[in-house]
């Protein structure tokens, strides 16, 4: 006999093809790295547009690549082609057009009630290789004035190999052998970002899901062994419908440690 999770699983991918996410962060965040490691290529994606024709980049001129970056293309890895990823390109500019754009996308995608439309969840990468610097710009105007509604924001801190060799230097400034300074700032540096510099968001309006120590997904993406396990966890921990988590939970190929826990826990 089928297992009834099995049965479930079969009717969700019938229903829900695809897993929507708009990936946010200025354009040297490791924004496509990190989409790579999620479905696990290192492969470019495809871009289509809101028609659903391809577009090939190698043809177009750099002049207009920034205009062929419209909001609603749809970047899509034929590695696991259930992802859909939306890029906000240009919203870092600060522009008062471009936060228009980025915040209706998110208005009508997240109300959107076709489920093959509908926006799921917000990347947002945040480098912290300039961490005093953290929300300037772009990021302030979104976390204080971009309200997402219910789609999740998961704020992703990337480059943070940089961090700690930061922190490595203050403890060598402090006399530390630079080994044992090497040891303390790998050990030290997630609290003392957490406590010093992700505390921001708690002054904002609409800060990211659950920003905590336990919800913080640090993402070295230079290892060529690092995955993306604790993005993937914490995406399905903040998803709020349970038909949506089920449906993350199902495209992930690889990930046994997440289908378990949510298997489980159903």
């Not at 040297?28 to 492969?43: M, P, S």
């Not at 034929?78 to 208005?107: L, M, P, W, Y």
């Not at 992700?198 to 993406?221: G, W």
Request: with cysteine.
């Amino acid at each position: 006999d089928d297992h009834p999770m099995d049965n479930r699983t079969l009717r969700l991918r019938q229903k829900y093809h695809q897993f929507r996410v708009l990936v946010m962060g200025k354009a040297n965040a490791g924004k496509t790295t990190i989409l790579q490691k999620v479905c696990n290529t290192t492969d470019q994606p495809k871009i289509y547009n809101s028609k659903g024709k391809e577009i090939d980049l190698s043809t177009v001129a750099p002049s207009r690549e920034r205009g062929e970056h419209n909001i609603e293309n749809e970047m899509i890895f034929e590695a696991n082609h259930r992802f859909i990823f939306h890029d906000s390109r240009g919203f870092e500019c600060g522009s008062t057009e471009e936060f228009k754009i980025v915040q209706d996308f998110i208005e009508q995608r997240g109300m959107e009630l076709s489920s093959q439309r509908q926006l799921h969840v917000i990347w947002y990468c945040l480098p912290t290789d300039n961490a005093s610097h953290l929300l300037t710009g772009a990021e302030a105007r979104f976390f204080q004035e971009c309200n997402p509604g219910a789609v999740p924001v998961i704020a992703i801190y990337t480059k943070f190999d940089d961090f700690v060799l930061q922190t490595q230097q203050f403890f060598m400034s402090q006399g530390e052998e630079e080994e044992d300074a090497f040891l303390k700032a790998s050990l030290s540096a997630s609290n003392h970002f957490t406590k010093e510099y992700a505390i921001v968001f708690n002054k904002t309006r609409f800060p990211p899901s659950r920003n905590d120590l336990s919800f913080t997904s640090y993402i070295d993406m230079d290892k060529p062994d690092t995955n993306c396990d604790k993005l993937l966890e914490k995406t399905a921990d903040a998803l709020n419908d349970d038909v949506v988590r089920q449906l993350f939970v199902c495209i992930q190929k690889n990930n046994l440690d997440l289908c378990g826990k949510w298997g489980v826990e159903r």
